[in-house]
């Protein structure tokens, strides 16, 4: 079955530096994949959508990667401030199926 | 806010209670989904509604009941629940099924004890 990797279980970054993230999957490529943001005692929220047939897609300070042949994406924060400290979230939909699975996430610090 | 709307936010119940948790979303979309989420483990989706149908249970116990009377109402009945099933139960909506983004709630904070 399909699983997802998040690089690491938390990630200590400098203030200003970039942040990136990792998340791998292990089958199928599937045909999106979703990054979503979740801070402590909240629900997730969305932030960027890419599809299989794109390289690349930014939002702001947020760049997403996804490379099929690698079967990994990649989250870029540029220019990173502690309010960006939050647990980051990858997701991506299972093929003929109605449902997106998630993977564990990454517990971001940005250090002042 | 993200709108969609949990309630209660925290709850405590007992072993041998039955409570419901209740979700409502305003934003028109036809899908709704309820995921758990324990420490350390990732989301894990329980069950989707599309237009009102079920279309994924998830191999969910039969403690956990849902119901969906209307597709801007989403609703977790729980019965005879384990400890373990303490975690964080989360709504979610989206337009539809597939490539869309999901709205999530804010989520209850549910204990058994």
């Known amino acids: 079955s399909q699983k997802i990797e998040q690089n690491s279980e938390a990630l200590n970054i400098q203030e200003g530096k970039t942040a990136t993230l990792t998340c791998n999957y292990t089958n199928y490529s599937p045909a999106y994949l979703q990054w979503y943001r979740q801070d402590p005692g909240r629900g997730p929220v969305f932030l960027l959508l890419?599809?299989?047939?794109?390289k690349e897609k930014r939002k702001e300070r947020l760049k997403v990667t996804f490379d099929t042949t690698l079967k990994q994406s990649l989250f870029h924060i540029t220019a990173s401030q502690p309010a960006d400290s939050a647990t980051y979230l990858c997701a991506l939909d299972v093929v003929g199926d109605d449902k997106i699975i998630f993977g564990k996430g990454t517990r971001l610090h940005i250090l002042p | 806010e993200t709108g969609v709307t949990q309630t209660p936010r925290h709850l405590v119940m007992g072993m041998t209670n039955k409570k419901s948790l209740k979700c409502e979303q305003h934003?028109?979309?036809?899908?709704m989904y309820w995921y758990k989420q324990s420490a350390k483990k990732p989301l894990e989706l329980m069950f989707v509604?599309?237009?009102?149908?079920?279309?994924e249970n998830n191999s969910v116990p039969s403690r956990f009941s849902p119901e969906c009377p209307n597709s801007s109402h989403l609703f977790l009945h729980l019965h005879t629940l384990q400890p373990e099933d303490s975690a964080l139960y989360l709504c979610?909506?989206?337009?539809?099924?597939?490539?869309?983004?999901?709205?999530f709630g804010q989520g209850t904070r549910l204990t058994v004890v």
């Open positions: 509604y599309n237009f009102k149908e079920q279309t």
């Open positions: 934003l028109g979309h036809n899908a």
């Open positions: 890419i599809r299989e047939n794109e």
């Open positions: 979610a909506s989206s337009p539809g099924t597939g490539a869309t983004e999901a709205f």
